[in-house]
């Protein structure tokens, strides 16, 4: 049981850290991965001896990690996908941390705002200059159908969105998602409306791609994952991005979260316009 910090070791050479948050009852194990672009949902397994397995649904895939843990604190491990396996190490640290998601992604030089005009499953452009989202606090969630970060941000705002928009708040969802043709789309976004419960816009923006998350939105800079969180404040101007989400399944880190995102908004609303 605890805290880890875990680094997961890619084909490419390239390194991932990660916090492992796990809890062990008897023989049962549950826990989770957290990274930068979100976490691994729930995961639950056994503990024979010093070998432990997890597994769960991340997606359409299931998810399933392996390994050995020493008495003093080290991880040794495998997660495997259909994507292949990745080999990971971890270390026992109660202080294990990510870097703060709010600091990763951020404006280029000269912008203030995100100018974009985007259709909808009908075709209907909508952009941050509509009548409807003037003077309004504005969340941009860059989100797909298929991503299970996603999925967990969408559960979260939209029930949150039906609470606050009275109090002058919009959402738009602005989705990449891995098919374009209008008969898909319609279906896809229709689906996860229809799951959610969603009453804000959403819009249609490409394929999921950093490059075209960059075309669509050139002023961003260094995006890093869907899903991605942009609030605009009652100027239009950007006041927050944030990177990756921390499900239900990460515990405090979700609460934390929840109440961060809310004393942002509220401290938004509360400001006079310029």
Known sequence: SGKYDIVFQSQNGKNE????LFKQTGNKITGTFLRITGD???LEGSVDGNHFYLSGFIGSSPAYYK???SKEGKIVGEAMSARGNTPFTGTQNQNAALPDATKLT????????????L??????????KDEKFKNKVVILTITGTWCPNCVDEAAFIAPWYKENRSRGVEVIGIHYERQLDSAFVKKALGRFRDKFGIEYDQV??????????????PGLSNFLSFPTMIIIDKNGNVAQIHTGYSGPATGKYYTDFVKAFNDEIDGLLSKKLL
């Open 17 to 20: 850290n990660a916090v492992g």
């Open 40 to 42: 691994s949902r729930y």
């Open 67 to 69: 390994g050995t843990f």
């Open 106 to 117: 951020f404006l280029k030089e000269g912008y203030k705002t995100l100018d974009f005009s």
């Open 119 to 128: 259709p909808d499953v009908n075709g209907k452009k909508i952009s941050l």
């Open 204 to 217: 249609i923006a490409g394929k999921p791609d950093k490059k075209q998350v960059a075309e669509s939105l």
